[in-house]
């Protein structure tokens, strides 16, 4: 028997939550921005965190050997990744992990390459590593946006300092293949060029398509590192905790220079949620990806009657629809429509670099009945 689809609670309920997403907008506007989810927290996650404020369990971290082994045990039993949890190190959050690599690994001035349209704050994480912005756009083609090799290939002959992968890809849902991230991995080989490869989303992938960390890719564990958190798969953005992974020595001795004190930045409660998750959170996650691949089918639908000047290729990961709304307007025009005229807020397709004109990024980690307001009111605003 199929397992039910996760509850969100109503709308009003939802308006309480002190989060960005449900803070940032009036009370009129649908938020399907930030990439939080509206489903009710998973109960082991939920317990964890009950107990731990009982017990007043409210210090600093102690993530390992915890962290570690939750992360290994979940990775083998998911993905048949074989992780040491020696060689896991926690950080305070993805981001944080990745400057942080970037700070090692790039002197300043020296390029690193990222491949927009991308997760918004890659474009700041380099800088803020000291580190210059090298752009290699996705390739977009008729089977969707790829990774574009040839291109990756010319950058990398210039001797950047690393590439920043994001795998699977936001905003575009795209999960790279096991023969894509071969021939980077080559790339990586051959040029010396280190891959820093962001698998936030990596437990999110959905029916239809399988995940491969970067890791498991035979060559890369001399070339790379990657960076995990149950964050986003179980909704814990807040609660900051997530995993620097390494597989060889060369890239081991790199997480070995982490600052120290980053372990007291990590956050308690993310370190405890995370091991309820890694550990017992599971099931859960199963409904969860049952869920979104239904909403994802109602969302095509949806678009399909109510917004047909709009065209997406859905994700096959994440819980994000990256629209091209080039029909209504040049630049974040098709966003502010939808924002001015039918109040509702997403993401600005800009934000994701110049590749981002004229698209937004709709979040539908929500129940059928917002999703259905949100349509109902952005073709409404549409016409
Ligand atoms: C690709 C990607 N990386 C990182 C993050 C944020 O992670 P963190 O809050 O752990 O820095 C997100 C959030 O949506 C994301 O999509």
Redesign the pocket.
């Known amino acids: 028997m199929e397992a039910p689809e996760l509850p969100v609670d109503p709308l009003g309920v939802l308006r309480k939550r002190r989060s960005a997403k449900w803070q940032t907008y009036p009370a009129d506007v649908l938020p399907l921005t930030?990439?939080e989810m509206d489903f009710a927290l998973a109960e082991p996650v939920a317990h964890a965190l009950r107990e731990a404020v009982g017990r007043s369990d409210t210090g600093y971290a102690m993530a390992t050997p915890g962290l570690g082994r939750a992360l290994a045990g979940f990775a083998a039993s998911r993905w048949q990744w074989d992780i040491d949890p020696a060689s896991v190190t926690a950080v305070?959050?993805?981001?944080?992990?990745?400057v942080e690599l970037l700070r090692l690994l790039a002197r300043p001035g020296d390029a690193v390459v990222i491949s927009p349209p991308?997760?918004p704050?890659?474009f700041g994480w380099v800088p803020e590593a000291g580190a210059r912005l090298l752009e290699v756009p996705l390739a977009r083609g008729g089977a969707g946006w790829r990774l574009d090799l040839a291109a990756l290939e010319a950058a990398f002959a210039t001797h950047p300092a690393a590439y920043v992968l994001?795998n699977p890809?936001?905003p575009v849902g795209r999960v790279h293949t096991a023969g894509e991230l071969a021939a980077l991995v080559r790339l990586a080989q051959i040029y010396r060029v280190t891959l820093v490869s962001?698998e936030?989303?990596g437990p999110l992938v959905l029916p239809g398509a399988t995940f491969t960390p970067l890791l498991t890719v035979p060559g890369a564990a001399e070339v790379a590192v990657s960076v995990l958190?149950a964050?986003?798969a179980w909704n814990l953005?807040g609660l900051?905790c997530?995993a620097v992974v390494t597989a060889a020595p060369r890239m081991a001795a790199l997480a070995d220079r982490l600052p120290p004190d980053t372990r007291w930045r990590i956050g308690h409660f993310g370190v405890l949620a995370a091991v309820a998750a890694f550990t017992d959170g599971g099931p859960w996650l199963d409904r969860l990806l049952a869920t979104l691949d239904h909403r994802r089918a109602m969302l095509a639908d949806l678009l399909t009657q109510r917004l047909p000047m709009v065209t997406w290729r859905p994700p096959e990961a994440?819980f994000?629809a990256w629209l091209d709304c080039a029909a209504l307007g040049p630049d974040n025009q098709a966003r502010e429509l939808f924002l001015d005229r039918g109040h509702v807020a997403l993401e600005p397709g800009l934000n994701f670099g110049a590749a981002g004109r004229g698209h937004v990024r709709l979040n539908f980690a929500t129940s059928t009945d917002i999703l259905d307001q949100a349509t109902a009111r952005m073709a409404a605003a549409a016409t």
Do not use: M
């Not at 305070?92 to 990745?98: F, H, K, L, N, S």
């Open positions: 930030v990439a305070t959050d993805v981001g944080v992990g990745v991308v997760y704050p890659f994001c890809h936001n962001d936030i989303h958190s964050s986003k953005a900051k997530a994440t994000l």
